[in-house]
């Protein structure tokens, strides 16, 4: 071994050792934890990810058929709303009853039947998809909307509505007067 | 973050006896060779930080093949092998990480007098790292951690002639690098 090939080893020796010293004299830090870093591991990644992800869908969609089938039923999001159109429709009929007269049932009936296809009408379409056709390149919301034309505006494109006074389907409802 | 009190840096001290599998055998084991480790990994790595990761993912490895390992070969060169190849695989991906490295240096508080300041100011560390990870480990077993040429081809499991061959490119390397030819 050369002279200067010494001279070089010993120099590498003091380098190492005046960069490194100072910094393994530095305190030792605690471990760190494999069963943490794995049990992270099972939980956000691999099969744990996609149980997660398959709990986080299943949560997501039932609570958006919750809000639809509330949707579809009331007519709106809040279930208030239809049993207020109720009371509010009742109030009506009953201000409507001439002297002497008893019994809304009918007047309650066709408002009820209004509301049934309404929502039956909205629950084909949602079915459907929107815009969809029927095989002739005709679309079905379209041929509702033709129907509803002919029938007058409380009559929402349906063909088997119940005649108001048909006594099979709708018994009458006597009301008592009121106080 | 907490820390262990460790009695003063020597290198290379004498070996002591570990239990396979046991845990308490371990922890002796990560506080009597952590400095150690942690010194050679700052030699093949970019900084302190990645190093100390190194460090980190080495015990990881380790702990996980504990209860595999064979008292006949030295706990802490079986160590210096796996610290060896966690470091050989973060070069292979320091490209990738370095945007991120980036973010996570800027958010820390500078800590003063930081001593790896001294490690990036040499010119010798910055020849190092850019050595081959297999010849820079050798450098630094060999020259700071005092093992002979032996011990070193245990360690990393190549014939002793292969470090010696690596250790003697490495120099040559370093000296014209840094101009002592």
Known sequence: MSDIERDFQKELEDELHRVLDPMSAMPIPPRRSAGKRIAARTVLGGAGAALTIKLLTGVAVAAAAVTVAGAATTGSINPAVWGQQVSQYVADCKAKLADGQHGIGDCVSDFSNQHGQGVASDARHQGSGSGSTNGHGNNSNANDHAKNKNRGPQTKGVSNQHDPTDPAVHATVTVSPQP | ?181
């Not at chain 2, 009597?32 to 490895?61: F, H, K, M, P, V």
């Not at chain 2, 499991?157 to 040559?172: F, K, M």
């Open chain 2, 1 to 181: 973050m907490a820390s262990i009190e460790e009695p003063p840096f020597e290198a290379k001290p004498p070996a002591e006896s570990y239990e396979p599998g046991s845990e308490a055998d371990f922890e002796r084991l990560y506080r009597n060779s952590y400095r150690r480790i942690l010194g050679t990994l700052i030699t093949l790595l970019r900084d302190r930080t990645t190093a100390e990761d190194c460090a980190q993912e080495t015990y990881e490895r380790a702990f996980r093949r504990w209860k595999d390992w064979r008292p006949e070969a030295s706990a802490e060169a079986w160590l210096h092998r796996i610290a060896i190849n966690v470091a050989i695989s973060d070069r292979r991906h320091q490209r990738l990480r370095q945007a991120g490295e980036l973010v996570r240096r800027l958010g820390r508080p500078a800590p003063g007098s930081d001593p790896s300041a001294v490690a990036e100011r040499s010119d010798l560390f910055q020849a190092m790292k850019k050595l081959p990870a297999k010849q820079a480990a050798a450098l630094v077993l060999r020259h700071y951690h005092g093992y002979s040429n032996r011990e070193i081809a245990a360690a990393l499991g190549v014939p002793e002639q292969t470090v010696a061959s690596r250790l003697a490119a490495a120099r040559q390397h370093l000296q014209a690098v840094l101009g002592r030819r």
